[in-house]
């Protein structure tokens, strides 16, 4: 119980003198007190049941008031720490980057925050690497487009492309057209090759360059590469420890990253890999049992295995509880609630299409961050020409990609409707990300078999 002066400093603690040391001496602290059962704490402390709910209560009603009167503080390290903000001043600290489009900065509610996590999801090759590197550039531009400030790249797979970085200096409009102009010198790169060195340069190097050069965003790109490579490599053990160990890692990492965010008013975007999602059905009635496979990561719990459940005891419908809860229109699996958070399957024709994908790490990963962008890429096929002379048409060929960036879930802006519908259309240009115009059924149609 020794750290519920700390927590709470005002707290009268004279009022339960009688079940403090009990408390302290079982090492029950005050998170045990809001988030556990009363009568599982007093079995543990040997208290009465009445008297540890009325100190859960105080407690709780105490940390009410913190969180939603105005005034009190907290003393932390040589610092006083507010518990609580105004309306006011989370207006006054909201601050984002442009993403220098302004489609594309109205659909993300002004650009991307500071003080939050943001993520940009998508497969190899649907602009996730562009839209980061304009990221690293419009944060030094003055306000309201950027925070005249530095950035920092932290790689996990290969270094900063400072060839596209110079393209964009020389050829994107709204970077010539400013003043002072961005610079690479403003842009500080670290490749951290393993998940130790990762947490060694958040934990001290971050903290010290955000002081010595007044660092407004960091990019961690990608945030799946060392945890992939750390527990996904071959010969590791596939058992329900390692992926507990895992899941622990990735909540540390998400707290550290929202320590940083919030303390420094920092925006935080980590790049995130995708796998392929297989349907466990073709439609929505036919029960299946789920097989999990290695091509996505939320299966790799069961290690490729079918997963069978026992049947239940409690009565019901004739129909099975294997069937029922198998089944991919159950509302209970997880291939049925994916499409909320994942911004692929949300649209009730593509909920068993066969290029749903899945943002890597999982559900655990996914309550980590504030904001998810979805960059989705869909194909555009013409018709290929076997002669020249006969004008004859052979297979379709690949004409080019159409891309999108789509909202998934977001605390400051709406998220996008089911499907594209809301989605922002974007093309990777020379001079940078640029979004598309409005085209008529017409003239769409004229790219499409």
């Not at 932390?76 to 207006?91: E, F, P, R, Y």
């Not at 996590?117 to 487009?145: D, N």
């Not at 002669?387 to 999108?404: C, I, P, Q, T, Y």
Request: with cysteine; glycine share 8%; hydrophobic share 35%.
């Amino acid at each position: 119980m020794t750290d519920l002066i700390v927590v709470l400093p005002g707290f009268p603690t004279q009022d339960y003198l009688r079940l403090l040391p009990s408390l302290e001496r079982h090492q029950i602290t005050t998170a045990d007190l809001v988030t556990l059962e009363a009568v599982d704490i007093a079995k543990r402390a040997q208290l009465p049941i009445l008297d540890i709910k009325r100190l859960c209560d105080r407690v709780l009603e105490a940390l009410q008031d913190g969180l939603y009167s105005h005034g009190p503080t907290r003393q932390g390290a040589g610092n006083s720490i507010s518990l609580t903000k105004s309306g006011q001043d989370v207006l006054n600290a909201w601050n984002t980057i442009s993403t220098l489009d302004d489609k594309l900065d109205s659909a993300l509610g002004g650009g991307i925050p500071t003080g939050y996590i943001t993520e940009v999801t998508g497969e190899s090759g649907a602009g996730k690497t562009q839209f980061l590197l304009t990221l690293l550039l419009a944060v030094q531009l003055p306000e309201p487009r950027g925070l005249s400030s530095h950035a920092i790249y932290i790689s996990t797979e290969s270094a900063l492309p400072t060839t596209r970085l110079s393209q964009l200096l020389r050829s994107h409009p709204a970077i010539l057209s400013s003043e002072p102009r961005p610079t690479l010198d403003a842009i500080h790169s670290i490749v951290t090759p393993d998940l130790e060195s990762q947490d060694h340069i958040l934990r001290f190097q971050v903290p010290v360059a955000i002081r010595q050069y007044g660092i407004r965003l960091i990019i961690l790109d990608s945030v799946a590469a060392n945890y992939r490579a750390e527990f996904e490599r071959p010969g590791a053990q596939k058992s329900g420890a390692n992926m507990a160990q895992r899941s622990a890692d990735l909540v540390r990492l998400g707290n550290l990253l929202r320590d940083i965010a919030r303390e420094h008013n920092i925006a935080i975007v980590v790049a995130n890999q995708v796998a392929d999602r297989f349907s466990v059905g073709g439609g929505t009635s036919s029960p299946m049992v789920l097989r999990n496979t290695q091509s996505s990561p939320l299966a790799h719990r069961s290690g490729g295995r079918e997963v069978h459940f026992p049947s239940s005891s409690i009565p019901g419908p004739p129909s099975s509880m294997t069937a029922a809860v198998s089944s991919s229109n159950s509302h209970m699996s997880l291939d049925h609630q994916q499409r909320w958070f994942t911004g692929w399957g949300d649209s009730p024709e593509h909920m068993y299409s066969k290029d749903l994908k899945t943002p890597s790490l999982g559900l655990v990963w996914t309550t980590q961050i504030a904001c998810r962008i979805a960059l989705i890429k869909k194909p555009v096929y013409g018709r290929g020409i076997l002669s020249e002379e006969d004008g004859e048409h052979g297979e379709a060929v690949l004409k080019r990609w159409r891309r999108w960036m789509k909202i998934a879930f977001a605390p400051h802006t709406p998220s996008a409707g089911p499907g594209l519908e809301g989605a922002v259309e974007f093309e990777i240009l020379g001079k940078g990300l640029l979004s598309v115009k409005e085209k008529s059924k017409e003239e769409d149609g004229d790219d499409l078999i």
